[in-house]
């Protein structure tokens, strides 16, 4: 069993700059007219294998209702991680469906086995929290992975940015539980 990722999975690659445009505050309610203004923009890594110190641009808005400040990450990104989404997918699927043991994941994907194993273990944490749509309970982590597999990777690039929408700070997405 290895790990492997798609080269061109649109959880993998990095869009044009600019980044993407969020639809709604996650401040206000869903169905307030779009009222947030540009705020600027920050630099955080972008996660890349070949160039670790490769930093990207990530707009800043602000809600001029609540005069807080969001951002939305491309799909290539996670909240609090510094490793692609495709990666950490991949990586959690070894682990959790696949079986595969953690030294030798680790080796296989060149990271240190502390980043898995942490990775891991806030994923099974935050796990029951997650929902997917038409999804009435919490799944455990491995039936919750396959579910995504099955759903393809433009549909989950969709639902991650959904999530990302809704939980600015602290998200759910980042597996980190509010």
């Not at 993407?20 to 600027?40: K, Q, T």
């Not at 602000?62 to 939305?72: E, M």
């Not at 950490?88 to 953690?102: D, E, F, N, Y």
């Amino acid at each position: 069993m290895t790990c492997t990722v798609p080269a061109d999975d649109a959880l993998e690659q990095l869009p044009a700059p600019g980044g993407p445009l969020p639809s709604r505050c996650p401040y206000c309610p869903a169905d307030a007219p779009p009222h947030w203004i540009g705020w600027g923009h920050y630099h955080r890594y972008a996660g890349d294998r070949a160039d670790p110190s490769r930093k990207i641009a990530i707009d800043r808005w602000c809600c001029k209702v609540q005069g807080r400040t969001f951002s939305l990450l491309p799909d290539a990104l996670l909240p609090y991680h510094s490793w692609r989404t495709a990666w950490i997918l991949a990586w959690l699927q070894a682990l959790w469906v696949q079986g595969l043991g953690l030294s030798t994941l680790a080796r296989q994907a060149g990271v240190a086995r502390g980043t898995l194993r942490h990775v891991a273990a806030r994923f099974q944490r935050t796990v029951p929290q997650l929902r997917l749509p038409g999804q009435e309970g919490a799944r455990p982590p491995a039936a919750f992975l396959q579910a995504l597999v099955v759903r393809g990777p433009v549909c989950v690039a969709g639902l991650f940015r959904q999530w990302k929408e809704r939980e600015p700070k602290h998200c759910l997405l980042g597996f980190y539980r509010r």
